[in-house]
């Protein structure tokens, strides 16, 4: 069983920045693609943003600019930093591969 350790969520005003992070196994983290989704409460899980196995990231249109994904290879982690958060940005988000294994979640209130 791949296990991921998430961290970084929490509280934030509106505006605020959070970064999360993710530490991976490294014959997982330097082999697949790592994304992060987040899932609202009562909506579905979504695709946050995704980082290729070479570097490469992708995101959604509705990140609208806020947030960076990347990530390093000596720590195998990836991150996701987080800026001028809105509420709506409020979710568990979730670190995943393109094995599918999923961290179990870390918690993101955007609330004044």
């Known amino acids: 069983q791949v296990q991921f350790v998430e961290s970084g969520g929490g509280l934030v005003q509106p505006g605020g920045s959070l970064r999360l992070s993710c530490a991976a196994p490294?014959?997982?983290?330097?082999?697949?693609?790592m994304a992060w989704y987040r899932q609202a409460p009562e909506k579905q899980r979504e695709l946050v943003a995704i980082?290729?196995?070479?570097?490469?990231?992708n995101y959604p249109d509705s990140v609208e600019g806020r947030i960076t994904i990347s990530k390093d290879n000596v720590k195998n982690t990836v991150y996701l930093q987080m800026n001028s958060l809105k509420p709506d940005y409020t979710a568990v988000y979730y670190c995943?591969?393109?094995?599918?294994?999923w961290g179990q979640g870390t918690p993101v209130t955007v609330s004044s």
């Open positions: 995943t591969n393109s094995r599918g294994n």
């Open positions: 490294r014959s997982i983290f330097a082999v697949y693609s």
């Open positions: 980082i290729f196995s070479g570097g490469n990231t």
